[in-house]
């Protein structure tokens, strides 16, 4: 293995997969929904093909789907050039190129804490240093703590990457918190991306707002988003990041290299959805609250204490009460003794202190599927 990649392992989520179908055990590890997105859009997709759009897109990415993101950031209110859009191999290659494309070797990238697993390698790929900045509790939940961000900024800090709505904790940060960190980082020369892949997925009414909305963000803020999570599509890889021009012509001198583009056929039946299928999306945001209640309910008497889960895929659970094993180990036992797989926080911390008894279940199976796994958590207590 190359240094740069020795302390990175197989990623939890291929480990507790191939675990979950190992014990045949219900996967509410890796977050991949079990039903599929809008019947129009596949199908879309399919008669692509079958008309010929089967050789590569345009570097950039084809322009009906550049388009297509750009008007779905003007209902934020945002006003975005389709120049400003670069289309992408998921929210992962946006991520990678972001940091390649924009972060010199020694150069420090901060990342709020626990994190996605892929800012870590993203990171270490690029030869930049990972500075990690926990979260801090926020009643039943988390929130950005901005002082420590402040803090940890420096004369070498070349980028701020946060994640709101928040993978593995399910947090949204609060107007409160976004307000100031957009005020401390006027001073600073730093780039802010801003990981939104859950920006549809929130509960209890509330409505999402891009970090680049904020005063004096847009010039500094890369918006990356995919189809993955919005429609019920991980497996299409079709992703994006949004950037002023200067910005995005370097995160595209990297991602040429990377992929060069993206699958065809898929761009314009995800152009399609972000232009008509919304509707569809508001629903799938209340069937995962319904779905965030009733597992939250399962793991409460399960004896879990169970934080509060304000969007996203994940609901995060303490086992301090039930085992005082490592998140590791408890959810290796979970996965043989009881047959559900979920994942443990810990490995997405380089400070684990507080994060050890805590564990992150998927919320985005069939309801049959999550009463059967909370029938075989009640086993459990
Ligand atoms: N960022 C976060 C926070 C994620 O949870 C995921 C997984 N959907 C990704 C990025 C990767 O998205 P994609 O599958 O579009 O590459
Ligand atoms: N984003 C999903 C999760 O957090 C899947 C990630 C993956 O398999 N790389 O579970």
Known sequence: MVARLAEF???IFATMSAMAQHYDAINLGQGFPDQDGPAAMLHKAQAEIAAGNNQYAPGPGMQVLREAVAAHQRRYGLDVSPDEVLVTVGATEAISASVL???EPGQEVIVVEPFYDAYAAAIALAGAKRVAVPLKPSGKSWDLDVDAIEAAIGP?????IINNPHNPTGAVFSEASMQRLASILQPHDVVVLSDEVYEHLLFDAQRHRPTCSYPGMAARTITVSSAAKTFNATGWKTGWAIAPVELLAKIRQAKQYLTYVGASCFQPAVAYAL???????????QSLERKRTLLAEALESAGFQVHDCPGTYYLVA??????DRSGR???EQLVQEHGVAAIPIEVFCDHPEGWERKIRFALCKQEDVIREAAKRLALQS
Do not use: K, P, R, Y
């Not at 070498?156 to 701020?160: D, P």
């Not at 303490?318 to 085992?323: I, P, T, V, Y």
């Open 275 to 285: 232009e008509e299928e919304m509707a569809w999306v508001e629903d799938l945001a």
């Open 101 to 103: 494309g924009l972060v």
């Open 9 to 11: 392992q197989e990623t």
């Open 318 to 323: 303490d086992f301090s009460g039930l085992s």
């Open 156 to 160: 070498n800090t070349a980028m701020l």
């Open 329 to 331: 180990e408890f959810c």
